[in-house]
T-cell receptor, first 115, second 116 residues
Framework: DTGVSQNPRHKITKRGQNVTFRCDPI?????LYWYRQTLGQGPEFLTY????????KSRLLSDRFSAERPKGSFSTLEIQRTEQGDSAMYLC?????????????FGDGTRLSIL | AQTVTQSQPEMSVQEAETVTLSCTYD???????LFWYKQPPSRQMILVIR??????QNATENRFSVNFQKAAKSFSLKISDSQLGDAAMYFC?????????????FGKGTKLTVNP
């Protein structure tokens, strides 16, 4: 069990640029989640995958945001035309999905800074 | 929509003492799950303890225990024999047990400082 891995750890970009983050879940975890955490706040849910299917999306996930999990393993989160308000920590989590109420295991996050 | 409120932005405790962190939530559902997560500085969030709403017995994990009051919609975390390594942000979280939603709803967190 190597844990949830997120890359990069920190991304600095100019406003208007596109960015992509990657998340590698714990091996054999079927469920994968994305959250966003701004300073002084708790994480906010963005989206959730069961294998390759995106089953739930928050209204926070505007049309500039897209997430994929093409083979049911790693996932990517892309933000197009970044804005100042996108500056945040983006957290990925995974869970086994074989039984109900399995805990979500979080990665270290990717911190996005918009200049 | 469900909401989670942590009314204590910061708390401090002396090493070896006991501290209680408060959490209240708002829901119209009867079946749900509650969690406490710990987020040390610059480190990943880890699960501390969880409680199923249908269970009346309060969950316990070593030095960590909860006081779950379903009618009052209260879910406090008690840390006994506090250690320096307990210093972190603590987040209370809610998840429905109905309708297949997997999202966790988090409070704003409580920053716990442990004084030697």
């Amino acid at each position: 069990d190597t844990g949830v891995s997120q890359n990069p750890r920190h991304k600095i970009t100019k406003r208007g640029q596109n960015v992509t983050f990657r998340c590698d879940p714990i091996s054999e975890h079927n469920r994968l989640y994305w959250y966003r955490q701004t300073l002084g706040q708790g994480p906010e849910f963005l989206t959730y995958f069961q294998n390759e299917a995106q089953l739930e999306k928050s209204r926070l996930l505007s049309d500039r945001f897209s997430a994929e999990r093409p083979k049911g393993s790693f996932s990517t989160l892309e933000i197009q035309r970044t804005e100042q308000g996108d500056s945040a920590m983006y957290l990925c989590a995974s869970s086994p999905g074989d039984r109900d109420n399995q805990p979500q295991h979080f990665g270290d996050g990717t911190r996005l800074s918009i200049l | 929509a469900q909401t989670v409120t942590q009314s204590q932005p910061e708390m401090s405790v002396q090493e070896a003492e006991t501290v209680t962190l408060s959490c209240t939530y708002d829901t119209s559902e009867s079946d749900y799950y509650l969690f406490w997560y710990k987020q040390p500085p610059s480190r990943q969030m880890i699960l501390v303890i969880r409680q199923e709403a249908y269970k009346q017995q309060n969950a316990t994990e070593n030095r960590f225990s909860v006081n779950f009051q379903k009618a009052a919609k209260s879910f406090s975390l008690k840390i006994s024999d506090s250690q320096l390594g307990d210093a972190a942000m603590y987040f209370c979280a809610y998840r429905t047990a109905q309708g297949g939603s997997e999202k966790l709803v988090f409070g704003k967190g409580t920053k716990l400082t442990v004084n030697p």
